[in-house]
């Protein structure tokens, strides 16, 4: 082809929609860079990484382009950046294919300081890209001296420890000139759950929620950098800020307790400000605020909110106000944590839902049904005489007679109250406080009710959604969505149980088992990245990791740690995200906290490298498991702890290859070795027997790889007996990841899709059949009969059971990785046929770019077609062909430029493709039934 020709705009875009261009016959587009992040960010502001790292993805549409070398300019100017002159760091052309988590290796980074960058690549056959367009970070307060701002808060009183209203701080000052640039840094404690609502000349700073975020708060604490030069203008300005209980002494946990990690709300707050003829000023957090009870008269994250709009300081914010009858601040200690800034994207509002029906309750409220179990509040808009109370109770499931289901909400009332102060058109959303609910019954409306009254605002952790699937049938595309709104809802800066009951915390177990599927619908890299940080952070000395993270539940004398399943988080996750993202630098900080956790589970199993005593959780929530005369899921603890320790060790080893600790891979290579041998003489037998012959004896027995290879086709015959006898599953929370994978692995694709497709209890479909739109805590929250599961422990929106997600992906979407080559460097394309399904396509934003399989059946033809992101390759699978049966693009496979290394293996034909697309068809197959 002689040099780059373009489609016109409209013919490429329906080439793209119907990804079934053949890939040379798309035309030439030039090489180019774009996708710029900073460790797990795009254009981050208040950063402290160092060095940080550098990402970036090739584009181009022509097959097998190859990253052969790049080159990094970084600068403090963008112009100069552009001009290519006074650069900070120019890298040069490095020859190298790495286009992620680069180090920076300029001079040593300074605080407040935006950095400039660009990159630049040249492909395999040597062309070369234009510079990207230019992305920045910019760095935090690096130094701790860098903070001069005190710690403020009321005066302390007795009432410190009792709820109270949430108080406004506020303080005016001058602004001298005009500001060429402010930022503000600040944190909280106390404050997380709404936020330390900031404010600035009565706007509002960012659209940040829950700010400061929950840590591992007595030792990590996060602050935030805001861009506030719009804010401000010169001469009299005023910033006010409101703090709120939040998880720091509000109740928190199951226990009924407050004030898990102190008494006083506090802020620090640091105004830094540059002025255009170049002087610079600080306005800080100091003895100069004042402070007063503001309209939040009552917050609380599993209560509510009560708000007097009465009470509320119109224009506190501003310059103008009045504060003299506001009290003075008291300077408080700093508490012992490190200022860290944020990896993690934050916590916005990400959708609003309004209301699909509207009305009247037997007990008088008025019934607003959303549509759809999520997480976050109602916006109420409401006219009314000034001391009206509105009152609004949340729910996500209605009883029998048509009211709100609110038994399994345990002590969490989630009721909010707003008091009017009449006048107008009065808008109110809660401040401190969130629910788990699809229903909103609202009580003592003074106006007719109609669908612009309540609106749902679902809050979340703002990830980007990364990942589609999409299949023939509806019922399984509902179970996707219920996926992907269970994370959405308990992804709310950490990883939460549930949303609704008087819980809401990082349980890790819940954690371990969907981390897999979360990272094919989101970008959880830096979600993950922080809530790992904690993980170690409240480890304790002994490597034992607690129930919960962070860990508000326990001290160090009591036990809420050490548990199988549920602290193997502290390896399991690390190690999926370092497959999902390629980040080697994740393995790196988490590796002292996994290798921890594996030496204390090894001491507890002894010499004898079996698992035996102590509290497990077992696999938690197993069909029947409150039933021990039930025979089907009765795993025995035992053997769960010790098949999770067995694989912790086998990761840990991984682990170690992969960062060049040599003598610890050989070691921990030969503790999984010993703990596979002390497994099977323990708990399995010559004719490939394993544990209680349950599902999940047998789906962590194969999935940790605990066989020897002869009894392997044993066991999965018998797991499939099993199957086939209870016509059903009977996996818990640790089984049910595993359960179609071992299936799959084994040849029993078939079987796997029965189970998947089941719409009868136990089974993922059931709970669609009665209406479910987000994933159940329990396979039967709601039993065929009607009834409720036990009210005690019956979350609506629990993802465990949704960590069905991955099968669904690799199997019927076909995307799945190549472990030697993490973060989809390599991946492996081979969606899997059944059930009827005529065609289904996955796609996912690797951190390549865009890798996409969509497949569908007409006839007797196959036809699947695929996408490989620039700079990598993959490996793609179509069972059950022949060589001679399969085209390209129209072309023998040997013909196919792009197509290399074809072969039959078995009944299936694997081959191996560099980036670009793809369209393969197979003539005369056979649709599985
Ligand atoms: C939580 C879980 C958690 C479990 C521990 C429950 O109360 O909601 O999902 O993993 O306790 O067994």
Sequence with gaps: MSGPMFLPDRQAALALLLGCLPGPLLAQRPLEVNGLRVEYLTNPVG???????????????????????????????????GRGTDLLWD?????????????????????????????????????????????????????????????????????DSLPSPSPLLRRAFRVASAVAAARLYVTSLGLYLGLYELQLNDRRVGDQLFTPGWTSYHRRLQYQTYDVTALLRPGENAIGAMLGDGWYRGYLGFNGQRNLYGRRLALRLQLEIRYQDGRTERVTSDAGWRITPGPVVGSDIYGGETYDARRERAGWSSAAYRDSDWAPVALLDAPPATLIAPVSPPVRRVRELPPVGIRQLPSGETLFDLGQNFTGWARLK????????????????????????????????QTDRYILKGGGEEIFEPHFTFHGFRYVAVQG????????????????????????????????????????WGQRSNFLDVPTDCPQRDERL???GDAQVFARTAAFNMDVSGFFAKWLGDVASDQRSGGSVPWVIPNPLGGDSTDFAGTAGWSDAAVIIPWTMYLSYGDRGMLERQYTSMRAWVEYARRRAGSELIWRPGWQFGDWLALHSDDPS??????????????????????????????????????YGKLFRDMRGAFDREFVSATGRVGENTQTAYALALAFDLLPDSLVPLAAGRLVQDVRARAHLTTGFLGTPYLL????????????????????????????????????????????????????MNSFNHYAFGAVGDWMYQNIGGIGLDPAEPGYRRSRIAPRRGAGLTSASASLETPFGALTSAWRTEGQQFALNVTVPANTAAEITLWDTRVDRVRESGTALDASAGVRNVKQRGNDVVVEVGSGRYSFTVAGSETPP
């Design 47 to 81: 950063i402290d990484a160092a060095p940080p790292r550098l990402s970036w993805r090739l584009e181009s549409t022509t097959r097998n382009t190859v990253q052969a070398a790049y080159q990094l300019q970084v600068a403090t100017s963008e112009a100069d950046l």
């Design 91 to 159: 890298s040069g052309k490095v020859s190298s294919d790495a286009s992620l988590y680069v180090d920076y290796r300029g001079p040593a980074l300074v605080s407040r300081t935006r950095y400039y960058w660009r990159v630049r690549v040249w492909d395999a056959r040597g062309r070369a890209s234009p510079w990207s367009a230019i992305a920045y970070w910019e760095t935090g307060l690096l130094r701790p001296d860098d903070w001069t701002a005190k710690w403020i808060g009321s005066v302390p009183s007795a009432a």
């Design 382 to 413: 409401v006219r009314g005489s000034a001391g009206t109370t509105v009152t609004l109770r949340f729910a996500e499931v209605l009883d029998r007679t048509g009211n709100l289901y609110t038994a399994n909400l345990r002590n969490a009332k």
């Design 445 to 484: 409306l003074p106006q007719r009710a109609d669908t612009g009254t309540i609106t749902g605002i679902a809050v979340s952790s703002d990830l980007a959604q990364t990942g589609q699937l999409v299949t023939s049938d509806s019922l399984l595309n509902q179970l996707q969505h219920n996926i992907v």
């Design 506 to 508: 990082g349980w890790t």
């Design 630 to 667: 039930y025979p089907g899921a009765t795993t025995g603890t035992d053997l769960i702890a010790t098949a999770f320790l067995a694989h912790s060790a086998d990761l840990v080893a991984r682990t170690a290859a992969v960062l060049g600790r040599d003598a610890d891979a050989t070691a």
């Design 741 to 792: 994978h071992v299936l799959s692995a084994t040849g029993h694709t078939d079987v796997a899709y029965q189970l998947l497709m089941q719409r009868t209890y136990p089974s993922w479909l059931y709970p669609i059949t009665r209406g479910a739109t987000t994933m159940w805590e329990r396979w039967d929250g709601i039993r065929p009969d009607s009834s409720f599961e036990d009210p005690g």
